[in-house]
């Protein structure tokens, strides 16, 4: 299979020298913004895919470590990079509370409990004006005009979370993870003391979450309640990023940041400026025709269900 | 000492009184089986002894000490394993991951429960179709699966749910020779089970149970000429 790790070498080498091979700011941002979505994508996956518990709530881990890198910045006049180190520490703290609070309930009764713990933190930080200026936001100075260095902190975000995530599923955490996932109750008749492990699931998937929130801060240099709290835009996001791409994979929610922040970005430019205004409104109705085609007809998502989608090309060639 | 005792235990859903003063002792080394028509509870006992809920009242003693509110990972961790009567497949996971996963609880290092699982695997006849993914099991192979799972923790006392049910006249004779062997291996088996052909020829004791109640105690013999159980199973199939 040389031809096949050649292939994956040169796609490797592609995302390192993206930004010297193509300097134009825009393309480099769609990039950073793919990045991101990937780790946000592959810590969902994580608690999600692989351990069963559907979170409709990662808004809160992201946006707690939006808000630590800004509060750093804003109250603590420390550099806002301090909170890249920080915002996955305090995401994993607020997820100790939040697993203590939602992993009693299970299926489709946690994914409410998540959500409306995502809405309850977006209030909060909308209403304690103290600490995080309210709806007013934070505003900080970015530390590099050229886009280079934060792709590259991005793009190790990424590498680090998705390797992390290879590695942990191979453990023995993996296997109890996904033993979780089949069936709760025999899982704990197998010895797995399953209220410890989702828990440890869920602290890993907050950690990188909070980490991606504090880069996001540190990126745009703005953040405000409704951006990182937001329902549909973050959490509801990572959720179609894992699925679309294929949950309970390594490597799905990768090719999910990038499927699913092009089809944005193709309607919010109205297909780069080629189509009427009107086109632009239209990316959330595509987004749900994207999930509902996808949980039809690629119910493992694109990387899960790739032998089928090869199979089509090959019966239709 | 006995291994296990169940003593004067209650258990209460709401109004419903679903154990209802069940005492029983289970000795090192033997079969003990429990029987007892649909819904006589059974499983809920079952459910009591590996603590998915709570019991009302009494107490539940395991090598002599009390089991009463611990955990479930906890009670297989002190060594009593169980399988499932509506068979519990870790359905995406493949047949040796399966066993793996359970391996974990007495090993540590992915080498080591595999090599562990694979013994199992052997032990049951299920090594044929190790890497196959669990859901693809048929209903005999499923039920082996669900015993591999529970002797990857290295039970000392191992529940048994209605192993034979659902299985062909051959796959419960390779039913009772797998679990005999297990019994002749160390292990203590607590059986519940329907199949009278099953429970008669390899139980040392029998509890029988009806309507949450202790209707009789003691050798198969005496327990199948029991006329309380012969009432209670009137209109049952005898296999």
């Known amino acids: ?11 490797g080498l592609f995302f390192i020298a993206f930004p010297i091979i193509v300097p134009s700011d825009y393309y480099q941002h769609l990039i ?23 979170s409709f709530g990662h808004a809160i881990f992201f946006g707690v470590g939006a808000y630590t890198a800004g509060i750093f910045a804003t109250k603590l006049g420390i550099s806002a990079w301090w909170g890249l180190a920080c915002g996955g520490i305090a995401s994993m703290a607020v997820a100790l509370f939040v697993g203590w609070v939602c992993f009693r309930l299970r299926g489709p009764y946690f994914a409410l409990a998540t959500l409306a713990g995502g809405e309850i933190f977006r209030l909060l930080a ?16 970015q530390t590099f005009r050229s886009k280079l260095p934060y792709y590259y902190i991005a793009l190790g975000l990424a590498l680090t979370c998705v390797l992390s995530i290879h590695f942990v599923m191979k453990s023995k955490w993996g296997y109890y993870f996904v033993s979780i996932r089949e069936d709760q ?35 745009m240099g703005f953040i405000d309640p409704e951006v990182v709290f937001h329902l549909n835009y973050i959490s509801i996001m990572a959720i179609l990023v894992a699925i679309v791409g294929g949950a309970a994979t390594i490597w799905g929610p990768a090719v999910g940041a990038f499927v699913m922040v092009l089809v944005q970005e ?43 989608i090869k199979g089509i090309f090959s019966r239709a060639a | 000492m006995p291994l296990l005792e169940l003593k004067k235990v209650f258990k209460a859903f709401g109004g419903l009184m679903a154990v209802n003063d069940v005492s029983f002792q289970v000795d090192k080394g033997e079969i003990f089986g429990l029987i007892g028509p649909n819904g006589s509870g059974k499983t809920t006992i079952f459910n009591c002894i590996c603590q998915f809920f709570p019991i009302t009242s009494g107490d539940i003693i395991f090598n002599g000490q009390s ?26 996971m493949t047949v040796r991951d399966n066993v793996t996963a359970s391996a974990f609880c007495r090993v540590n290092g992915i080498r080591e429960a595999q090599y562990e699982a694979d013994k199992i695997l052997e032990y049951c006849h299920l090594d044929m179709s190790s890497a196959k993914p669990a859901k693809s099991l048929p209903i005999a192979g499923r039920k082996r699966l669900e015993i591999a799972r529970a002797l990857a923790t290295r039970p000392t006392l191992l529940l048994l749910d209605e192993t034979a049910a659902g299985l062909n006249p051959t796959e419960v004779d390779e039913a009772i020779a797998l679990i005999k062997r297990i019994r002749d291996d160390g292990i203590t088996i607590l059986i519940v089970e329907h199949i009278m052909k099953v429970i008669m020829t390899i139980s040392d004791r029998i509890h029988a149970i009806n309507f949450g109640q202790t209707i009789a105690q003691g050798t198969p013999q005496e327990t199948a000429n029991n006329q309380a159980v012969i009432e209670a199973y009137l209109g049952e199939d005898y296999a």
């Open chain 1, 185 to 219: 109750d025999t899982a704990e008749a197998m010895g797995i003391d399953t209220a410890l492990y989702k828990n440890i699931s869920l602290l890993i998937s907050a950690f990188f979450t909070g980490t991606a929130g504090a880069f996001y801060m540190n990126y």
């Open chain 1, 1 to 11: 299979m040389v031809a096949h790790r050649l292939l994956w070498g040169l796609v």
């Open chain 2, 67 to 92: 089991i009463k509110g611990l955990k479930t990972h906890q009670i297989c961790q002190a060594g009593i394993g169980r399988t499932f009567q509506v068979v519990k497949p870790l359905a995406r």
């Open chain 1, 126 to 141: 909308t209403n304690w004006e103290s600490l995080t200026e309210g709806m007013v936001g934070i505003l900080i100075i």
């Open chain 1, 266 to 308: 193709t309607f919010r430019s109205a297909f780069f400026g080629l189509a009427p205004k009107w086109v632009s409104q239209g990316h959330a109705l595509v987004f749900g025709l994207l999930v509902i085609f996808v949980i039809m007809y690629l119910s493992n998502g694109i990387v899960g269900d790739w032998r089928k």
């Open chain 1, 32 to 54: 950073i913004i793919v990045l991101m979505w990937v780790v946000i994508g592959s810590s969902w996956n994580l608690l999600a895919g692989f351990t069963g518990q559907i």
